[in-house]
DNA sequence: AGATGTAAGTGGTACGTACCAATTTGGAGA
DNA sequence: TCTCCAAATTGGTACGTACCACTTACATCT
């Protein structure tokens, strides 16, 4: 079935061969199936073993497929988990559930970060520092208060407006070109605060979770979030990799 | 400072210079800092490029170093958060913190598992499963009380002594060869229940952090744990990787 | 028929080469 | 002095080759 590459350009051959792969699973290929092996994957479609290496590394990390030496490639099972975002998105993981979200951005302000905040994120105390406060509903019901800090100069002109129109990640890449490198997340129960339960219309009966996300690119914080959800209704799902780590204990 | 690589066979090349690269930073260098430029270590260490490459792939997920297109390689900064462990493990986390980790093994039963476990771990109603009553303790103080559930035919022979002497995940490798592709956990708050309050010695006004995790092997689920901490006291931190799907967006 | 060992097939590691893309550097020119 | 462009440097992509480690299948021997 030689089918040769799309002339598709801008985007690397593995890239192309990744999404060709992907396409074949979900239309002609069920669980466990086993793919072609590395070398007859090579020859259908006119590549080099290496570049389909790259392609099956970065889908085994997407945990669309598992390998196994000396038996070969196949695709995952468990299509429940499947297409987790790396990274949480409160836009996309609500349109996945089918509910509509929305995003009010309830305060946008410039201040100085004081020791606290300079501490998480890891700057000078003084430097200037966006906080934006955002309520987040789904189906308009509201299910996230988040307050997001961000270094002025990382970000300059940005405004309350452009948070309003677009999503803030959007925002990250198509205006700053932001290239996230990894984050980091805490999960603490807590419980509700007399303000939360306000802005989320719930009783401080019903405990809260506690959510700090610390957003890195290129080894420095560009963004600290502290969000509040309602645990009645949370639940907040991510996927955990070995590090390669492993090795070294 | 050429610094061959030591003959220490077993161990993969690029794992070896990733040993060798991880002391050098340690020892030597600081944040920011840029690293040698690929082909300058593939010189110094006499080994290819695209063994340097694959070495550095692995520290960059690890999130120790930063690579920019046309600029270089740089030492990640933030120590804080780095050496995350990939996967959880209490034992490991509680020893971080200074802290002496011990766990009790409260019950140990095989049973067979009914409609709603069969569900959790993806396999038909009946099948033999383990579940393990487990109390895990900080420095004396308890901390967690975890409930796991693992397939019998995956883990035969499994007795209650065994875990009592080694930690689960050690028994995993050691004895079953076991080799966890990734894991998905799921973070709730919740109002502590009775049973909960009582092992964690703690009142029932105090919220809880419901944790589930489905831990994978080759696609397929090989254990089920349901874990309940203390709000007050207990923080859990995970790290986020882009998954290489941003680029189908 | 069963046990055994060998060959074939698979992913894993490692080498080398070439060129592309992004960034920095420094010299030529205004 | 400043601006601009070319060269050098760096990581990114892609090719090819060779061999190793592990698994499976099959032929051979007992």
Same mark, same amino acid.
């Given at each position: 079935?030689?089918?040769?590459?799309?002339?598709?350009?801008?985007?690397?051959?593995?890239?192309?061969?990744?999404?060709?792969? $992907?396409?074949?699973?979900?239309?002609?290929?069920?669980?466990?199936?086993? *793919? =072609?092996? /590395? @070398?007859?994957?090579? %020859?259908?479609?006119?590549?080099?073993?290496?570049?389909?290496?790259?392609?099956?590394?970065?889908?085994?990390?997407?945990?669309?497929?598992?390998?196994?030496?000396?038996?070969?490639?196949?695709?995952?099972?468990?299509?429940?988990?499947?297409?987790?975002?790396?990274?949480?998105?409160?836009?996309?993981?609500?349109?996945?559930?089918?509910?509509?979200?929305?995003?009010?951005?309830?305060?946008?302000?410039?201040?100085?970060?004081?020791?606290?905040?300079?501490?998480?994120?890891?700057?000078?105390?003084?430097?200037?520092?966006?906080?934006?406060?955002?309520?987040? $509903?789904?189906?308009?019901?509201?299910?996230?208060?988040?307050?997001?800090? *961000? =270094?002025? /100069? @990382?970000?300059?002109? %940005?405004?309350?407006?452009?948070?309003?129109?677009?999503?803030?990640?959007?925002?990250?890449?198509?205006?700053?070109?932001?290239?996230?490198?990894?984050?980091?997340?805490?999960?603490?129960?807590?419980?509700?605060?007399?303000?939360?339960?306000?802005?989320?219309?719930?009783?401080?009966?019903?405990?809260?979770?506690?959510?700090?996300?610390?957003?890195?690119?290129?080894?420095?914080?560009?963004?600290?979030?502290?969000?509040?959800?309602?645990?009645?209704?949370?639940?907040?799902?991510?996927?955990?990799?070995?590090?390669?780590?492993?090795?070294?204990?």
């Amino acid at each position: 079935m030689n089918a040769s590459l799309a002339p598709k350009e801008g985007k690397p051959l593995y890239s192309l061969l990744m999404q060709k792969l $992907l396409k074949k699973m979900a239309s002609s290929m069920k669980p466990d199936e086993r *793919l =072609p092996a /590395e @070398r007859e994957i090579s %020859l259908q479609y006119g590549v080099s073993r290496a570049t389909v290496r790259q392609a099956l590394a970065a889908l085994e990390r997407m945990g669309r497929i598992y390998r196994v030496q000396g038996r070969g490639t196949f695709v995952s099972p468990q299509k429940v988990h499947q297409g987790l975002p790396g990274f949480y998105s409160f836009s996309t993981a609500m349109k996945k559930l089918g509910k509509t979200p929305l995003s009010l951005v309830l305060s946008f302000s410039e201040r100085e970060a004081e020791e606290y905040l300079a501490e998480k994120l890891k700057v000078h105390p003084g430097l200037p520092i966006y906080q934006i406060l955002r309520l987040r $509903l789904a189906d308009n019901e509201p299910m996230l208060l988040e307050t997001s800090y *961000l =270094p002025v /100069e @990382r970000f300059p002109g %940005l405004t309350k407006q452009a948070l309003e129109e677009s999503t803030m990640y959007r925002l990250f890449r198509s205006r700053y070109g932001v290239e996230i490198n990894h984050a980091i997340e805490a999960f603490q129960s807590v419980q509700t605060d007399a303000r939360t339960a306000q802005y989320l219309g719930m009783s401080r009966a019903v405990p809260s979770l506690r959510i700090e996300r610390f957003t890195y690119e290129r080894g420095r914080i560009i963004e600290y979030t502290e969000s509040f959800a309602r645990g009645d209704q949370f639940v907040y799902t991510v996927r955990l990799e070995p590090s390669a780590k492993e090795e070294f204990s």
